[in-house]
């Protein structure tokens, strides 16, 4: 089992992400309905949550995918929803984002998967400047013998690992992970809990983690939020959490278990 | 769960969806005009794109175009043998193909071919989240995908209309020698001598907006693809349909417009 930082390698005094109040509906329907969030410098938090509940749709306001109906949102001191489209790349560029379904560019094999965000925001790097940096990520996720194969080719769990690498390719500063274990077996899984939890450590990554996978959530979490009916009921370590008394926080890890 | 309240229409739902779809239509050509005006410019993307669509429809315009000039030429035999007129068979040809049947036929095989590839192409992946994939690395998927694409129709489309002219008049070439002995060099300077400036130029500009139309059309229903796998097929239908519709609208309105300028 790869660990996770432990609570001394966290500055709790500088948060990267800071949300306050964040609300966000989709025409008749409220999903996000007044969110408070704090990510500190070198800490994982998961948001656990049922499907459905917007999630998902935190993440992608982070990155200004979504724009939020009200709220105040900085991630890394930038208030995400008042940057024009040049300030939002540059945040962007310090923002790894990884999507449920592994997003892979299904025209491109892994090395072009992994070339083209280096090579197009990046064009006068050296041609053996970005192999070095392909090298790198490909060794780090322990792929390096996928490199010329076509997305396609790959099992789940190897497309999500070139996911991740496609975005550790930016170096970013803070890793968003939208369901990084859905649709896998339960080996690959731990796989991936531990890749999660290695990209913290080398990377020196603070990181968001949406789930509902409540082993997930607790190998790679140093901080647990169970998100329920558009509201944080609780913020805190797993067992915490955990020994709410809430019967639908009760009902949700009941289920999990029994699953 | 999450809570939903009534949603409230300004006319009715289908009239403000109508109104909003040809709005967002509206400012997505404003897009692609802004963002084609600005570097960077994705050159090698555009030319790899030019090659998928031009240099990948070859076979099939030349089979076309040389069907539709055959067949044209011995159907219209049958009328000018009436009146004993098929020495006019050239220039009759030439006008038809160059005027109307080159660009029209042209544009319907890519509005076929191309417009359907673009539109499921992008549908796959928006609704893959390939695009978002793009957008959070800080690249600009609307230049790279849409801009690269609506250029490359617009720019190999004239060609491929010229292309499907010249061939239309061999196949007319073709039949026309099985039955009268003309040579190749005297059958296209007849058919060449009733060709005017004008002809060509109308030819040329109603292909470049053809392309255009066949590009922004297969873009725009790709690019707002949704609905999963079922959008994608609705995306690349809708992109056929629609762009194969405003070329039939635009080659009334373009025709008209050179007739005006021919008369006056």
Same mark, same amino acid.
């Given at each position: 089992?790869?660990?996770?930082?432990?609570?001394?390698?966290?500055?709790?005094?500088?948060?990267?992400?800071?949300?306050?109040?964040?609300?966000?509906?989709?025409?008749?329907?409220?999903?996000?309905?007044?969110?408070?969030?704090?990510?500190?410098?070198?800490?994982?938090?998961?948001?656990?949550?049922?499907?459905?509940?917007?999630?998902?749709?935190?993440?992608?306001?982070?990155?200004?995918?979504?724009?939020?109906?009200?709220?105040?949102?900085?991630?890394?001191?930038?208030?995400?929803?008042?940057?024009?489209?040049?300030?939002?790349?540059?945040?962007?560029?310090?923002?790894?984002?990884?999507?449920?379904?592994?997003?892979?560019?299904?025209?491109?094999?892994?090395?072009?998967?992994?070339?083209?965000?280096?090579?197009?925001?990046?064009?006068?790097?050296?041609?053996?400047?970005?192999?070095?940096?392909?090298?790198?990520?490909?060794?780090?996720?322990?792929?390096?013998?996928?490199?010329?194969?076509?997305?396609?080719?790959?099992?789940?769990?190897?497309?999500?690992?070139?996911?991740?690498?496609?975005?550790?390719?930016?170096?970013?500063?803070?890793?968003?992970?939208?369901?990084?274990?859905?649709?896998?077996?339960?080996?690959?899984?731990?796989?991936?809990?531990?890749?999660?939890?290695?990209?913290?450590?080398?990377?020196?990554?603070?990181?968001?983690?949406?789930?509902?996978?409540?082993?997930?959530?607790?190998?790679?979490?140093?901080?647990?939020?169970?998100?329920?009916?558009?509201?944080?009921?609780?913020?805190?370590?797993?067992?915490?959490?955990?020994?709410?008394?809430?019967?639908?926080?009760?009902?949700?890890?009941?289920?999990?278990?029994?699953? | 769960?999450?809570?939903?309240?009534?949603?409230?229409?300004?006319?009715?739902?289908?009239?403000?969806?109508?109104?909003?779809?040809?709005?967002?239509?509206?400012?997505?050509?404003?897009?692609?005009?802004?963002?084609?005006?600005?570097?960077?410019?994705?050159?090698?993307?555009?030319?790899?794109?030019?090659?998928?669509?031009?240099?990948?429809?070859?076979?099939?315009?030349?089979?076309?175009?040389?069907?539709?000039?055959?067949? +044209?030429?011995?159907?219209?035999?049958?009328?000018?043998?009436?009146?004993?007129?098929?020495?006019?068979?050239?220039?009759?040809?030439?006008?038809?193909?160059?005027?109307?049947?080159?660009?029209?036929?042209?544009?319907?095989?890519?509005?076929?071919?191309?417009?359907?590839?673009?539109?499921?192409?992008?549908?796959?992946?928006?609704?893959?989240?390939?695009?978002?994939?793009?957008?959070?690395?800080?690249?600009?998927?609307?230049?790279?995908?849409?801009?690269?694409?609506?250029?490359?129709?617009?720019?190999?489309?004239?060609?491929?209309?010229?292309?499907?002219?010249?061939?239309?008049?061999?196949?007319?070439?073709?039949?026309?020698?099985?039955?009268?002995?003309?040579? +190749?060099?005297?059958?296209?300077?007849? $058919? +060449?001598?009733?060709?005017? +400036?004008?002809?060509?130029?109308?030819?040329?500009?109603?292909?470049?907006?053809?392309?255009?139309?066949?590009?922004?059309?297969?873009?725009?229903? $790709?690019?707002?693809?949704?609905?999963?796998?079922?959008?994608? $097929?609705?995306?690349?239908?809708?992109?056929?349909?629609?762009?194969?519709?405003?070329?039939?609208?635009?080659?009334?309105?373009?025709?008209?417009?050179?007739?005006?300028?021919?008369?006056?």
């Amino acid at each position: 089992m790869h660990k996770k930082n432990d609570d001394s390698s966290i500055n709790h005094t500088e948060a990267v992400i800071s949300i306050r109040g964040l609300y966000k509906s989709f025409g008749p329907l409220d999903v996000l309905k007044g969110i408070d969030l704090d990510v500190f410098k070198g800490e994982n938090v998961a948001v656990l949550g049922r499907s459905g509940t917007g999630k998902s749709v935190l993440i992608k306001i982070l990155v200004g995918l979504l724009k939020p109906d009200a709220g105040n949102i900085m991630v890394l001191d930038k208030q995400v929803d008042k940057l024009n489209q040049k300030e939002l790349d540059a945040l962007r560029l310090k923002i790894g984002f990884s999507f449920q379904n592994s997003a892979l560019y299904d025209s491109m094999n892994v090395r072009q998967n992994l070339e083209f965000p280096l090579k197009m925001n990046y064009p006068d790097l050296k041609k053996n400047e970005v192999d070095k940096a392909v090298e790198e990520v490909l060794e780090a996720v322990g792929l390096k013998d996928k490199i010329d194969q076509l997305p396609s080719d790959l099992s789940g769990g190897q497309r999500k690992r070139i996911g991740i690498a496609r975005t550790l390719i930016l170096k970013p500063e803070i890793m968003l992970y939208d369901e990084p274990t859905s649709g896998l077996d339960p080996i690959t899984s731990i796989e991936i809990n531990n890749l999660i939890n290695d990209v913290q450590q080398q990377y020196k990554t603070s990181s968001i983690i949406i789930t509902h996978d409540l082993t997930c959530a607790k190998a790679t979490g140093n901080r647990v939020a169970m998100l329920m009916d558009g509201v944080f009921l609780k913020v805190g370590s797993f067992d915490d959490v955990f020994a709410q008394t809430d019967e639908r926080v009760q009902r949700f890890f009941n289920y999990n278990f029994i699953q | 769960m999450m809570e939903s309240k009534p949603k409230s229409f300004v006319f009715s739902k289908g009239i403000d969806d109508y109104f909003s779809g040809v709005s967002s239509a509206f400012q997505f050509i404003g897009r692609f005009f802004r963002q084609a005006s600005k570097a960077p410019f994705h050159v090698r993307e555009i030319i790899n794109q030019c090659y998928e669509i031009g240099l990948r429809s070859l076979p099939l315009i030349t089979l076309t175009g040389f069907i539709t000039g055959m067949v +044209f030429t011995k159907q219209s035999r049958l009328s000018l043998e009436t009146f004993g007129a098929t020495s006019w068979l050239p220039s009759l040809i030439s006008i038809a193909l160059v005027r109307a049947l080159g660009s029209l036929v042209t544009a319907l095989i890519c509005a076929g071919k191309v417009g359907s590839s673009i539109g499921a192409e992008l549908g796959s992946m928006r609704v893959t989240e390939q695009i978002d994939a793009m957008e959070v690395s800080a690249i600009n998927p609307f230049k790279y995908l849409v801009v690269s694409r609506v250029l490359a129709t617009t720019i190999t489309i004239p060609m491929l209309a010229l292309y499907c002219g010249f061939v239309g008049l061999l196949g007319s070439f073709v039949n026309v020698n099985a039955h009268e002995a003309v040579s +190749f060099i005297s059958f296209f300077k007849e $058919g +060449f001598a009733t060709i005017t +400036f004008l002809d060509v130029f109308t030819s040329v500009v109603k292909s470049i907006v053809f392309g255009f139309t066949i590009g922004i059309v297969g873009c725009y229903k $790709g690019y707002n693809a949704s609905n999963g796998t079922q959008g994608v $097929g609705r995306a690349a239908n809708q992109a056929v349909v629609l762009s194969m519709f405003l070329v039939f609208i635009e080659e009334i309105v373009i025709v008209q417009i050179s007739n005006w300028i021919r008369y006056f």
